[in-house]
């Protein structure tokens, strides 16, 4: 009877203790899987507040050139390449005087290689040097830099054909806002689609030139129909969307950034329209 007693409390040691074994490993594989899940979520949390600081740190100015004798004409200009008139050269002067006033400062400015934004980039970055403020960063730059992604749409056979015929010529393959019918896909020209995917290409560029590691503003002189695809490229929305949504007018400034909203990108603008 002792010994089965003995054997008897025994064996209820032995589940006892293995119970306890049981009980431990668990709590140990518990607290591991907890303090494992809670160093994921911690660098999760690290790692969004690091992509987000940086992402906000670059600001890109985005500048559609002054009007160029084509506008003026009422024509369909592309890679023709006009000068500015005596009205697109003051207005370049005028939106140079307004970022003089408001303070802005680029580590850098781009343009188009076309003389229209060319030389409104020119006048721009001519103003802002004169400026008598010792931290006036562009100063730096001894010229305005170029950019060949930033060229307008090549408009095809478009191209010197008066803006009045564009219904005629491309109906229905057209998108009609109300200021502007846009032709889509004429002989020849580049699509928006096509646009769409030299903004990206023109996007990585321009990270690759200024890191969002390191704060930074930049101006990017450009066109209208590249300029709205750039502005559609940046906050990934539809282009027929933004081609509907608002009018990028000659000398006006727009801002992408990624604490900057796309309905309040319009830095200066102005209610002018060509022929």
Not at 16 to 38: E, Q
Not at 180 to 197: H, N, R
Request: neutral net charge.
């Amino acid at each position: 009877q002792g010994k089965g007693r003995i054997g008897k409390w025994f064996r209820g040691s032995e589940s006892s203790l293995f119970s306890f074994y049981m009980a431990t490993s668990n709590f140990v594989r518990t607290r591991k899987i907890v303090l494992l899940t809670l160093a994921l979520l911690s660098e999760a949390v690290i790692s969004f507040s690091v992509t987000t600081s940086t992402d906000n740190m670059l600001k890109i100015y985005l500048a559609r050139h002054g009007q160029d004798e084509d506008n003026a004409n009422g024509l369909l200009n592309g890679h023709r390449d006009r000068p500015l008139t005596s009205i697109g050269l003051e207005q370049a002067q005028n939106v140079a005087e307004k970022i003089k006033q408001t303070g802005l400062k680029f580590d850098a400015v781009y343009s188009s290689p076309l003389q229209r934004a060319h030389q409104t980039a020119e006048v721009i970055s001519s103003k802002i040097q004169g400026n008598d403020d010792d931290d006036c960063r562009i100063s730096k730059y001894n010229k305005v830099q170029i950019i060949g992604d930033l060229i307008e749409r090549d408009f095809g056979i478009m191209e010197g054909t008066p803006t009045k015929e564009i219904s005629a010529r491309c109906s229905p393959d057209v998108l009609q806002t109300e200021q502007i019918c846009y032709f889509l896909s004429p002989e020849g020209a580049e699509t928006f689609p096509d646009l769409i995917e030299r903004a990206n290409k023109l996007l990585l560029k321009i990270h690759s030139l200024h890191p969002p590691s390191t704060p930074s503003s930049i101006l990017l002189v450009t066109h209208g129909d590249f300029g709205k695809m750039l502005y559609a490229a940046f906050y990934q929305l539809s282009w027929q969307d933004v081609l509907r949504q608002f009018h990028f007018g000659n000398s006006e400034i727009l801002l992408l950034s990624k604490d900057s909203s796309p309905d309040k990108a319009h830095v200066f603008q102005i209610q002018q329209y060509n022929p």
